[in-house]
């Protein structure tokens, strides 16, 4: 069975950064971009950023583009998403997905929730 | 960056009536090499991450109910729902996935009137 298995929630400080990742079981990694989506309260859904864990080529969304870092590391089977100079507007649950059977997010995990608060 | 605007933001019907919801992009996202379209639609329930309804605009994800249908193509897009079910009260995204950088609809709420 295919997971996607999210790191644990995280709060920070304004200024911090943070660190999640995003481990997969049931496939094998370097098939499939994995993606990035986060949801602030109460709010929408918008796409952060992806990576091809074979090269470790990424595209970000350009709102994202100078704080974020998105990497994989094939060896443990895990992706990560790294945000610096957090924002009390970062706060969001942060989730990892893949499109893996068809062209759209048909994986999804559980999320991490990421609080930034003073 | 393209843009997709849902409308409307929210709405409410009643049981067993139909329920549209409307997505547009502010460029195409029709795909003439394989005649698809790189659209999808979610649905989304509190505490959950978003489930995959449809794709290619009007593709039905397994185990979604026929209930469920898209249409549309190029730049304007619809998700109907038949026959509401109590269910289907929920958070309802579009998505394009015609280029790399993907983007997402605001949402439209669904509720049971």
């Known amino acids: 069975e295919v997971q996607l298995v999210h790191s644990g929630a995280e709060v920070k400080k304004p200024g911090a950064t943070v660190r999640i990742s995003c481990q997969v079981y049931?496939?094998?990694?370097?098939?499939?971009?994995m993606h990035w989506v986060r949801q602030a309260p109460g709010r929408g859904l918008e796409w952060v950023g992806l990576v091809d864990p074979e090269d470790g080529e990424t595209v970000y969304a350009e709102k994202f583009q100078d704080r974020v870092t998105i990497s994989a590391a094939t060896s443990a089977d895990t992706a990560y998403l790294e945000l610096s100079s957090l924002r009390t507007e970062d706060t969001a649950v942060y989730y990892c997905?893949?499109?893996?059977?068809?062209?759209?997010?048909?994986?999804w995990g559980q999320g991490t929730m990421v609080t930034v608060s003073s | 960056d393209i843009v997709m605007t849902q409308s409307p933001d929210s709405l409410a019907v009643s049981l067993g009536e139909r329920a549209t919801i409307n997505c547009k992009s502010s460029q195409s996202v029709f795909y003439s090499s394989n005649n698809k379209n790189s659209l999808a639609w979610y649905q989304q329930k509190p505490g959950q991450p978003p489930k995959l309804l449809l794709y290619?605009?009007?593709t039905r994800e397994s185990g979604v109910p026929n209930r469920f249908t898209g249409s549309g193509s190029g730049t304007d897009f619809t998700l109907t729902i038949s026959s509401l079910q109590a269910e289907d009260a929920a958070v309802y995204y579009c998505q394009q996935y015609y280029t790399s950088v993907r983007s997402f609809g605001q949402g439209t709420k669904l509720e049971i009137k």
């Open positions: 049931g496939y094998t990694f370097s098939d499939y971009y």
């Open positions: 997905t893949i499109e893996k059977r068809v062209d759209a997010f048909d994986i």
């Open positions: 290619s605009a009007s």
